[in-house]
Structure formats: C-alpha cells, structure tokens
C-alpha cells in the first residue's frame, strides 16, 4: 500500500518529455463528399466515393480500386455505412461563369463501421493500418519567380492546402516546421533547396517525427510546374521527380508516396498461420489506473485481437495478447506510441522461479528443500519487456 501511495504523489509530482514520433489519428472511418441535394442518387453515389476514400486511408494502398473483386464491393458500400447525415454548405456556393453542372450544396458525412471494413479488408489479403501511425515533418520550399521560402505551419498558401487536405484524406499525421528563431538559426532556405541531408536531419530532432520529408516546388519555362521530393524514414532516402501543368499534380503525389511508403512499413497484412498469442509484460505498473491505461492502449493496437491479465505482481503487470501478425506487429506498432518504452530484462530466473532453475526449490538457510509460500505463484516468461513511461 506504501508503494501505490508512493507512486501516486510521484506521479503528480513527475513532469517528463516524452518523443512524438507518432500520433493517434481520429475519424480514420469517416469522410465528408459534397453532394448536390439530399436526394438518393446521389447520396449512393456520394457514400460510394466515401467509401473509397476510406478503404485507401486504412490499407494505405491509393490504387484500391485496381484490387481484384474489391472494385465489385465499392457499389454495396451502403452495407458498411454505420452513421450518416448532411450539412448545409454555407454560404451558398454560386456556380462560375459559363459553368454547366450544379454546384455541390451540402456535405455528406458518412461514418463506416470498423470491424467490417476490417474484415473486407483482410478477405482480400489487404493490411490494415490503426491509428497510431508515424508522424512526419514536412520541409516545403516554393520557388515563385525565384523567391524561395519555407513553408511554416502558420503560412497560408496554395501549396500548403493541399498537402493538409491530402495528408488528412489519407490519415497521415503530416506537420509544417514552426520555422521560427531556432529552425531559422538549424536550417536555411538554401539547406532545403540543396537537400542537404546533414542539416535537414540535425534541424528535424526537435520535433522528434518518425519520418522527413523535403520538397521543391517550382514553376519552370512554359509554365510547368516541377516538384522534387525525397523522404527520410527508418534509415533510408527515396527521391522522385514529378511535371505538371497542374500544381496539384506535382504536389498531391508527394504526400501519396509517403503514405503509401510508411504504410509498407507499418500496416500489417493478416495471415492465418501468424495468428497467435504473445506475452508482454510491463514494469512501473504501480497504480490501478497505471494497469488501466496500459490495458486500454493494448487493446487499440490494430494487430491486437484481446487482451488478458496473465500476472500481477508489484509494480509490474503480465499480459496475454491474442494478436493476428505475430510479435514482430506487435513490437513495432508499440515502438511507434508514447505509453511503452522498451525494457531489457536482466538475465535470470523469471519472476516466481526458484534460482536453480525452472521447478527448482527455494534454497533453505537451514538445509533441505522449503515449500514456495505462494503455491499460486506461476512462472512466465514474457515475449516483449516494456516500462510504462509516466
């Protein structure tokens, strides 16, 4: 009882910086499209789209469409649908001049339901990736008529809206630098320009992202509108070019790419024959809401199925996980959070196991063998180690 009252004043008490190299997205299951009325034609076409977007957003896949004898799923969307409704655009839009289609005036929100997109999902051998996903920061140079600046988080610019509408279509959590005194002082608009890997990189560390990524978007002879992209993630660089008359052709592609590159890394396809059950066993477990709080954060984890008590013990708690990727999902989905941090386990006799080994007895001052006094007490050994952080 000293121990949990202990911990409860030294967690009041505690202030720690923790890395945000990764970030829990919301409404991953939900969409807004802008439709023309309320009527049902065009609210099935509406959902179907809604659909789409969704699908790509947790498979992480853009060409979801192409996936053999999914395209036939999209027209039945309305069996996914668990939520929808309308809402007025205002003010009301007005059609441009010379303008022959209406002019969508509501949006149409729809919310999907998890477990079946899910489920579709992995019928079709899809991965599917939760919503604890890495972040990513964005360093953005606009060449206009040879000004060159970054683009920071509070610029508001052609470019910049439509990198945010992407990385929000796409359930990527996607940051512009605050670009003030201490970026300025880390990194040049030149160091950017160049890609320069060193700087880049040095300057990044303060937000503590996952992944970089570094763009050049400039307007060349006739108009062309030229983009150059390179993303740094887990140790590795990616370039590639894009040419367009469109800026959104040459801008749209470098969020798409990320996406789609991190979600190879850490969306997770099902298979059968990976489904099983893994041991994770946390230290610094020392209050009934500590147990509660790494309890709830197992149970989001995408690859999680269930989760079970295995062992309590003193400021330390054992877990059973019914996973469907195995360890490897499981270890690398938690690296990406902010509640769990690796432990290494000294090497020894698992919690509740005598030192001569497995089934061995206690050894006895007086001589002999002497009964374990918790008969109760189970030796395991976990599959992952990890210490709650505060």
Known sequence: MKNWLGAGLL?????TTVPCGAVEVPGLYEARVPVVGQG??????????????????????GAIGTVPGLAERI????RYVQQYRYRAITPAPKA???????????ILWVRFDKKGVNRLLRQFGLPVWGATRPATLAWVVVDEQGRRQILSNDMQHPVRELIDERARRRGLPLQLPLYDLQDRAAVRVSDVWGNFED???????????????????YRGFGGVWNARWTLYSGGQRQDWELR???????????VDQTAETLAARFAQVNHDRASNDITIAVSGVRTL????????????????????????EAERATFQLRVRSGRLAVAQAISLGDVLTTEIMAAGPAPGTPAGGPGAAPANPAGGPVTDPDPRRVAIVPDLSYRLIP
């Open 11 to 15: 967690l009041a008490l505690a202030i």
């Open 40 to 61: 049902r034609t065009e609210r099935n076409a509406a959902i179907q789209k809604a659909f789409i977007e969704v699908l790509v957003r947790i498979s992480g896949r």
């Open 75 to 78: 027209p039945q969307a309305n």
């Open 96 to 106: 441009p001049p010379g303008a022959t289609e209406p002019v969508p005036d509501h």
């Open 199 to 217: 700087a880049i990189l040095q300057g990044s560390t303060r937000y503590q992202t996952e992944a970089v990524l570094v763009g050049r978007v």
């Open 244 to 254: 367009s008359l469109e800026l959104a052709e040459v801008v749209l592609p470098g």
């Open 289 to 312: 809401a500590d147990y509660r709080r790494v309890a709830t954060y197992l149970e989001k984890l995408a690859d999680v199925e269930k989760v079970q008590p295995a062992l309590l």
